[in-house]
């Protein structure tokens, strides 16, 4: 009696049509990009040491809850972006030619030496830590964009490198972070 034999699926060519089909989904798969935030950190060894007048430093506190603690009171996250700006532009010692602050006691000497020190709980809510952080950068923005529109008669972006330089000079973004428990 003779065996019969049983056909078989020839599976050769399946490790094929694996392949293919995993560099097909790998190129046509769309990958998120990661959101964050853009900026440069200080390197350690480029640490400079300053002394600090208290009025030259606007503290901003956020927590868990999404409040907005600034300089002990509570404000509304649409309410960041000209507090900072009357705080940076606020010429209290009088040595800035081109601020128009109404010079505060309790503000910044000048946009050189005001600081805004952004402190956050490490539970704080990653999106609102990112509103806060627009609303301040959006700050520095306007004053750059006003202080262009004075000296150049035209808007900060529509500016040749060399004059946004000039600009970025006179109002320095220097934003402190400091994580709390």
């Known amino acids: 009696m003779k065996l019969k034999k049983e056909p078989g699926v020839n599976a050769g060519s399946m490790a094929d049509?694996?392949?293919?089909?995993?560099?097909?989904?790998l190129?046509?798969?769309?990958?998120?990009?990661?959101?964050?935030?853009?900026?440069?950190?200080?390197?350690?060894?480029?640490?400079?040491?300053?002394?600090?007048?208290?009025?030259?430093?606007?503290e901003i506190s956020?927590?868990?809850k999404k409040e907005i603690l600034v300089e002990g009171a509570f404000i509304n996250v649409t309410e960041i972006t000209e507090l900072t700006k009357k705080f940076i532009d606020n010429n209290g010692d009088g040595s800035c030619i081109y601020c128009d602050g109404a010079r505060l006691a309790s503000s910044s000497d000048n946009p050189n030496d005001a600081i805004v020190s952004?402190?956050?709980?490490?539970?704080?809510?990653?999106?609102?830590?990112?509103?806060?952080?627009?609303?301040?950068?959006?700050?520095?923005?306007?004053?750059?964009?006003i202080a262009a529109k004075k000296q150049f008669g035209a808007d900060y972006n529509a500016l040749t490198k060399e004059q946004q330089k000039q600009i970025r000079e006179q109002y320095p973004r220097k934003i402190t972070?400091?994580?709390?428990?």
């Open 177 to 181: 972070e400091v994580p709390t428990n």
């Open 62 to 64: 956020i927590n868990d």
């Open 118 to 145: 952004l402190q956050h709980m490490r539970t704080t809510d990653y999106k609102f830590y990112v509103t806060v952080q627009n609303e301040l950068i959006k700050a520095y923005n306007q004053l750059r964009n």
């Open 27 to 58: 190129v046509v798969t769309k990958i998120e990009a990661d959101e964050g935030i853009n900026t440069r950190l200080a390197s350690e060894d480029n640490v400079p040491t300053i002394q600090l007048n208290d009025r030259n430093v606007m």
């Open 17 to 25: 049509i694996a392949f293919l089909m995993l560099i097909f989904f």
